[in-house]
C-alpha cells in the first residue's frame, strides 16, 4: 500500500479508521467492520490491509457478493497473492460457484497456500 494513497484521507485517519475496524471485528460487529473496511477500500483500491480485511470479513458474515468484490479487489492489486485467491475461493462457495471455487483454490495451491493445497489434495 505505500506510495499510493488517496488524497482523501492523511496516513493518520487512515490508521485510525484500521484502529476502529480491527477494534469492531476483535468485538464482534462484524457489520461495523464491514462499513469501515468497505470505506477504507473505496477510498484507497491499493489498500490490500483493507481489501484483504474487507473480503474475509464478507466471507465470515455469509455475503459472498461482497466478499468476492472486495477479494477480487485485492486480487487485482496482489495477483500473486495466494491468500488473495483462496478468500477469493472461499467467496465463491459462498455464492455456490463451485466448479469456478475450486479453480480458484487449485490457483491458490499453486501460489503456495498451505491451506489451499491441503484443500486440493482432499477433493482428489
Known sequence: TRGRRSSMIDDHQRF???????GAIHAGRLDTAQVLLDGLTALD???TWSARRAAEVACSRGD??????AAEAWL????????AARTSARALFLLARHD?????????????????????????
Open 16 to 22: 485510525e479508521l484500521r484502529a476502529l475496524a480491527r
Open 45 to 47: 483500491p491499493h489498500d
Open 64 to 69: 459472498g457478493e461482497r466478499a468476492l468484490l
Open 76 to 83: 487485482n492489486v496482489a495477483p500473486r497473492d495466494a491468500a
Open 100 to 124: 469456478e471455487a475450486c479453480l480458484r483454490m487449485a490457483h491458490a495451491a499453486r501460489l503456495g497456500d498451505p491451506l489451499a493445497a491441503t484443500w486440493v489434495r482432499c477433493k482428489r
